[in-house]
């Protein structure tokens, strides 16, 4: 087992130089890292100098463009994770939970549900709280929150990787609809089975399987395997497909409303349904974290409510069964 020596390593560095090589090595790169810093490259050598002097190892293989880090730097990182978590449970635990979210605060989601609804809702919350510096990626991709340093995974479906906390926002589902062009050329399902004899409109999800409905409706949970002519890795592009008669699609309610409520989509196999709860997930509690307790709950109160960029499900409720 690895460990540091305490009789011969010399402990006394800052902190802040463990910021600068946790951030050093997710950029691999002393350059990007004095950018991201506002300092110079200069410096950021200076400080891994220091505290490789201080600790008695490298930290890096270092190259003319870039660095990459040692099998002790990886120890060291893991174990500077540990430490800043520490830190922030400790002013949170001093403050009784009412600290100021500050710092920087790396948040990703899908490329719809970011454009639509968190992006906005972001926006908001950098106005209400000003020490919090917020970054956004929309990825659709299962992201690996440790490895790209994210605080906030905001997501359609359940958080299922167990070394994660999940927090739920809002409730929703996905409904089967088409445009009532095509179901006056193929005619409507009658049952989930035959949704493999019609065009579906594919999408690759980032946590579903590519080409597999899961429903559930009046005759329970049924699987079926659909195919079509058409598939796309953006929800939009998938439901202008379906609104052009191309097929059925699978989409949530909350981004189905408004072309349910004007007749471009009109619903197939009422009361069938995909579960599509809007969760996030992280790496820590909200007890430990100000800035990921305040993202949370911010959105939750606003997801579900009735401001802008609230999901708003009103018509489709109308896709319920007489």
């Not at 594919?202 to 946590?207: H, W």
């Not at 202008?240 to 191309?246: F, L, P, S, V, Y």
């Not at 097929?247 to 004007?262: M, T």
């Amino acid at each position: 087992m690895w460990f540091y020596d305490s009789r011969t390593v010399n402990l006394n560095f800052q902190l802040d130089d463990l910021r600068v090589f946790c951030l050093a090595a997710r950029k691999a790169s002393f350059a990007a890292t004095a950018t991201e810093l506002g300092t110079s490259p200069a410096y950021v050598s200076k400080r891994i100098a220091l505290l490789e002097k201080a600790l008695g190892v490298a930290l890096f293989h270092r190259t003319a463009r870039r660095v990459t880090v040692t099998e002790d730097g990886e120890r060291v990182y893991a174990a500077a994770q540990q430490i800043f978590q520490g830190v922030d449970h400790l002013g949170e635990t001093v403050a009784g939970g009412r600290i100021e979210p500050r710092g920087t605060l790396r948040v990703t989601t899908s490329f719809r549900l970011g454009r639509r609804h968190i992006g906005p809702l972001l926006s908001q919350l950098a106005q209400r709280h000003p020490a919090l510096d917020i970054k956004l990626d929309a990825v659709d991709r299962r992201v690996d929150l440790i490895a790209e340093d994210v605080d906030l995974d905001v997501r359609v479906g359940a958080v299922d990787e167990p070394h994660l906390v999940a927090h739920q926002l809002a409730s929703g589902a996905r409904l089967l609809c088409a445009a009532p062009s095509y179901l006056a050329r193929r005619g409507a399902p009658a049952s989930v089975a035959e949704l493999s004899r019609h065009d579906c409109l594919v999408l690759r999800d980032r946590n579903q399987a590519f080409g597999v409905w899961r429903l559930a409706g009046p005759h329970g949970e049924e699987k079926v395997k659909v195919t079509g002519r058409l598939a796309s890795n953006n929800a939009e592009i998938v439901r202008g497909w379906g609104i052009d008669g191309h097929g059925i699609v699978l989409q949530a309610d909350w981004d189905l409303h408004e072309d349910l409520a004007a007749g471009r989509l009109v619903p197939v196999l009422p009361g069938t349904t995909q579960p599509a709860d809007i969760w996030a997930a992280s790496t820590v509690r909200l007890s430990h974290s100000a800035k990921v307790r305040a993202c949370v709950q911010f959105l939750r109160e606003e997801l579900a409510g009735d401001g802008p960029y609230a999901l708003r499900r009103g018509a489709a409720s109308a896709a319920q069964p007489a």
